[in-house]
């Protein structure tokens, strides 16, 4: 009760529980009654979903995981590497986007939909920007751009560090009662009992979209991404070179985010990489050199679904601190596990000798020799609760200086790129046949 008490779900069972403890208990075990009377009364006060003491779920190896953070904590942290002259541009940039903002009203703009849209799937950020510079942003092409800033004008690693702090930081705030009972799902996601793991889910698909638009675009009026600088010219001479430079952007961004451990995004980029709407621009991909095909099959080798994604989960068994996991592959996890297995299962009694029958010999027994009777099903809340703590495991901080103005252009991107895919489903492929019509 200190620990796991959810006051709005499990108050229905505390008079039971006070009158066992003023009952049965108080004739047993007058202290442990005590103790039950005053726990009783304590999670009446607290918060709803806080605890009196604060526990992970244990799992095989926390103990080493948590001296493995103590030990991270010690460490340096890292600098940001992001320029002045950068951060005041992308200053410019939102400021500049701000000043562009109307009165007018989000919910009347037909494009707030996709504002909309991109809420349900877990955008929360938007508390970092004004809502009107977002609803100018949506609404704005390469105006946005008009200072210059250019995602090729920024360093791979700079982009990674950014989204390891971004995936970080909603990771770390997930709680156990967000994973239960497929609260996570789409059928349960209006009851809003998941906010942080439908952020996570949404900031990558916004992530995803990103990466298609600033490939796709290039060369294109509609380019989020280039600047108006001479060397990432707009013309269609250019363009494909533009293309190549950003496939090769992301697979650099990728492979930073192996070594820092950021496999939620690291699998997001990969993915979208390998999206129809990328892998068929051939004549882009024949320009690549073979450096950067080299890396981003290896990329591909790490997120391989085969086996169930075998060379990912014996990767993540071999995990330093901090670590940002795929978030996918547990919510597949939990809900294989909760939707495969009843919550109780049934075992079978000898009538003759009261012992508990085997399944395979109770099948082989007569109906009249056993009494069935249904029992929890444990091993199925067990192997929740390993799925659970495994996450906790996970949740420990980078040792990392953010940089807000980066921060803030970096999502503005991702979200105008979703509302875009959102308004408009095939304009990524629309484009793709665009750059390279079909042969």
């Known amino acids: 009760m200190e620990s796991y008490w959810k006051q709005s779900i499990d108050v229905v069972v505390l008079p039971q529980i006070v009158n066992f403890a003023n009952s049965n208990l108080l004739t047993g075990t007058p202290n442990a009654s005590a103790v039950l009377n005053d726990l009783a009364a304590k999670v009446q006060l607290i918060k709803d979903g806080d605890s009196i003491v604060p526990r992970s779920i244990p799992v095989p190896g ?4 948590r001296m493995a953070a103590l030990a991270y904590s010690q460490k340096s942290i890292m600098s940001s590497t992001v320029s002045r002259h950068l951060a005041s541009l992308l200053t410019k940039a939102a400021s500049q986007v701000e000043n562009q903002s109307t009165a007018q009203d989000v919910a009347a703009d037909p494009k707030s939909a996709a504002l909309e849209e991109s809420a349900k799937a877990g955008s929360t950020w938007s508390r970092m920007v004004k809502s009107n510079t977002l609803s100018s942003l949506a609404n704005s092409s390469s105006s946005s751009n008009a200072v210059g800033v250019s995602i090729l004008d920024i360093e791979p690693a700079d982009i990674a560090r950014q989204l390891c702090l971004i995936d970080n930081s909603i990771f770390c705030r ?27 889910t949404g900031n990558s698909n916004q992530l995803s979209s990103f990466v298609g638009e600033t490939i796709l675009s290039a060369g294109s009026n509609h380019n989020p991404s280039n600047s108006n600088h001479s060397n990432h010219s707009n013309t269609n001479d250019n363009s494909p070179k533009i293309r190549r430079n950003l496939i090769k952007y992301w697979i650099k961004v990728a492979d930073k985010l192996k070594e820092y451990h950021n496999y939620n995004s690291l699998m997001t980029i990969v993915f979208a990489l390998q ?29 391989a679904m085969e086996k169930n994604y075998a060379t990912y989960r014996a990767l993540l068994r071999t995990y330093d601190i901090p670590t940002v996991p795929y978030l996918g592959i547990y919510l597949t996890d939990l809900t294989f596990v909760m939707e495969g297995n009843s919550t109780h299962r049934p075992i079978y009694v000898s009538e003759e000798t009261g012992k508990i029958i085997m399944p395979a010999s109770a099948e ?16 199925r809340y067990e192997r929740t609760a390993k799925i659970i703590g495994e996450i906790q495991t996970f949740q420990v901080g980078y040792r990392m200086v953010g940089s807000p103005e980066l921060q803030v252009w970096l999502k503005a991107g991702m979200l105008r790129a979703f509302q875009n895919a959102t308004n408009d489903q095939n304009s990524l492929w629309r484009r793709s046949c665009i750059v390279e019509p079909k042969e």
């Open 364 to 379: 082989e027994s007569e109906k009249s020799q056993r009494t069935d009777l249904m029992v929890v099903n444990f091993d």
């Open 275 to 303: 999206s129809v709407n990328i892998m068929r621009l051939k004549r882009t991909w024949e320009m690549v050199p073979d450096k950067y095909i080299t890396i981003f099959q290896e990329l591909k080798a790490v997120v």
């Open 174 to 200: 997930i709680k156990p009662e967000e994973l239960i009972d497929l609260n996570f799902s789409l059928k349960r996601r209006h009851l809003g009992l998941a906010p942080n793991v439908v952020e996570m």
């Open 62 to 65: 926390s103990h080493s995981t």
